[in-house]
């Protein structure tokens, strides 16, 4: 595990096969509200669990069954217990790292070097959830989390694991070459061709597919600033008049892509 | 625009890889060959999408492809009855005896108070008030006391010894993470606190049933505490001293340690709850009983601890090989069990 050439948000982590890969580390703010969306889920089921208890009291007294109401209270008091030390540590276990909490914001524990996390790291960095984040000592946790590189709580240096964003994504699309081609205006491409639209850098072509792949998805606003952006300066080269950026910018991609077949 | 061609070709191999992910466990072995020469193909495409300078959305989606699998590949195997059985007949004793510095330092630490505790409130009675807490000192009188109880109230009684003293012990580990001297403090409180209940006991002349009352459990109780202590040092004796290897790294192998040692812990607690609750106050079991069986529980666990998984391990890995987290030295797991 280095430190990571995109930034220190993220760690890089290199496979048996000799690629290199990079997991985003979860923030501060994105492991808060897992830990508060955990902590409510543990206060409903306390209060869920307190309800039953009440209840079944209630109909032991009155049936003169001290004995079971004693086994009640035996078994309420476990049930409580284990809600606030087993919690985690079953929800790691059993969803590899993951607890509803951290599924819902999207985030996982992984162990130092990527891999999965073990019952023993599970249990070490759980038992120091008590140290670090509760009375009294919530300072010392989040003054752990602001002086470590990778937002690690104290149990995550112990225990060796680190949290990362974990959440699937789909394929990119490729580019509707073809379709732009259909409805393309054969003069502009040309004019694009005449004007040496091949000199381009290819990271700008390659912003500029990007931005066509991902247009629909685009707001309207942010949608037409970006296009007029990436437009405008090809535009003002050439000299072309650029009344629809975004369409400029099909013929672009359009344009090349008959640059390559020729050559 | 290479690589839209490229995409086009290669996005339904990333579709099927994804498809085959979600349901690892129960591919076949054609389909699992067919998976691990898609997850190759993978990531040389992340590789080769890398230095070709590709879109970055491309990039981006192999990467976190390629890191999600890895993640599903490259991980422990999942629970299977030989490696449990294996954690405690061989890696919870190896760890104990590696610790073996730690405990006996843990030890010390409980019986030295407890006898200066002993002599001093041997010395003078009024000092009870100085070494125990008030209501331990209120309840002298009671301590050893043999009642006829229901099950319900011994149930009662071991959920309630099973949530103290698991929570003591978790507080004496944790403590250590404070260089070791909260482990210390509580041993040496603990310690101290039992040789003077001892001695004020025995003023009170209740000292045969009150060591009737503890001698079934208080032997594997206090052992449990120690060994509590012993992982919690193992971890502030790490901050302090890293040896030859890099503080984070000691850490780490000192957490795997204390780790293990404490489901032993939490394990030695469950039966001392049980034995506390149901055997130590019966009027049923005669006193001698209740000795023979505390020394017969503690020689036995400290016995498993010191003798039991000396033999080498058979198999191909050992536990620490495999659990280790350096990617240099872990031994890759076969594909995940789900």
Not at chain 1, 61 to 81: H, N, T, V
Request: glycine content about 8%; some cysteine.
């Amino acid at each position: 595990v280095q430190e990571s050439p995109a930034g220190p948000d993220f760690v890089a982590i290199e496979t048996p096969e000799h690629v290199t890969f990079t997991y985003e580390i979860a923030g501060l703010m994105s492991r808060s509200l897992a830990a508060i969306i955990d902590h409510l889920i543990q206060f409903v089921a306390a209060l869920v669990l307190f309800a039953g208890f009440l209840g079944a009291m209630g109909g032991f007294a009155q049936g003169g069954l001290q004995q079971i109401s004693m086994a009640a209270y035996a078994l309420f008091g476990l049930a409580i217990w284990l809600l606030i030390w087993g919690y985690f540590v079953a929800f790691e276990l059993l969803w590899r790292g993951q607890t509803p909490g951290k599924r819902l914001v999207g985030i996982r524990v992984i162990r130092e070097g990527g891999y999965g996390v073990t019952a023993g790291s599970i249990l070490i960095r759980n038992l120091i959830r008590v140290f670090g984040d509760l009375v009294p000592f919530p300072a010392i946790g989040l003054g752990v989390m602001f002086a470590s590189a990778r937002a690690k709580r104290l149990g995550d240096l112990i225990a060796g694991t680190l949290v990362v964003r974990d959440v699937a994504w789909t394929p990119p699309p490729a580019l509707r070459i073809a379709e732009f081609q259909r409805v393309a205006d054969a003069n502009l491409v040309n004019d694009l061709r005449r004007a040496a639209i091949h000199r381009l850098k290819p990271e700008f072509v390659r912003t500029i597919e990007s931005f066509l792949v991902r247009a629909e998805e685009l707001e309207i606003a942010s949608r037409r600033d970006i296009a007029w952006r990436l437009a405008d300066p090809i535009a003002r080269t050439l000299g072309l008049p650029a009344p629809d950026p975004e369409r400029l910018l099909r013929h672009v991609v359009v344009a090349l892509r008959e640059e390559v077949k020729e050559a | 625009l290479k690589e839209t061609r490229f995409l086009r070709k290669s996005r339904a191999d990333w579709s099927r890889l994804e498809a085959f992910a979600a349901r690892l466990g129960s591919l076949d072995s054609k389909e699992l060959l067919e998976f691990i020469s898609l997850y190759r193909k993978a990531t040389s495409d992340l590789a080769r999408a890398r230095t070709l300078g590709a879109r970055s959305d491309v990039v981006d989606y192999l990467n976190q492809l390629v890191g999600r699998i890895h993640f599903q590949v490259y991980t422990t195997p999942g629970w299977s009855s030989r490696r449990f059985l294996r954690f405690f007949t061989h890696w919870l004793p190896q760890t104990f005896r590696r610790c073996k510095a730690h405990v006996i330092a843990a030890t010390l630490l409980l019986v030295l108070p407890a006898v200066a505790g002993y002599i001093a409130v041997g010395a003078d009675p009024a000092l009870i008030r100085v070494f125990a807490p008030p209501q331990f000192v209120e309840l002298i009188d009671r301590y050893g006391t043999i009642e006829q109880r229901g099950p319900g109230e011994m149930s009662a009684y071991t959920s309630f010894y099973i949530v103290n003293n698991v929570t003591v012990s978790f507080l004496t580990f944790t403590s250590g993470l404070l260089l070791g001297l909260g482990s210390f403090y509580n041993l040496v409180k603990n310690g101290a606190i039992l040789g003077a209940m001892l001695a004020a006991v025995g003023q009170a002349g209740a000292t045969r049933p009150f060591v009737s009352f503890i001698s079934a459990h208080g032997g594997i109780e206090m052992f449990a505490i120690v060994l509590a202590g012993a992982a919690g040092l193992r971890i502030g004796t790490a901050m302090i001293n890293p040896g030859e290897v890099s503080r984070a790294r000691a850490l780490v192998e000192a957490g795997r340690d204390a780790g293990t040692i404490m489901f032993g812990v939490v394990l030695m607690l469950l039966i001392a709850a049980v034995v506390e609750a149901w055997i130590s106050p019966s009027p049923n079991v005669h006193d001698v009983a209740k000795w023979i069986l505390g020394v017969l529980i503690l020689s036995s666990v400290v016995a498993y601890y010191t003798l039991a998984g000396r033999e080498p391990l058979t198999g191909s890995a050992s536990p620490s090989a495999r659990d280790s987290g350096s990617p240099g030295r872990a031994a890759p797991a076969p594909p995940a069990r789900r």
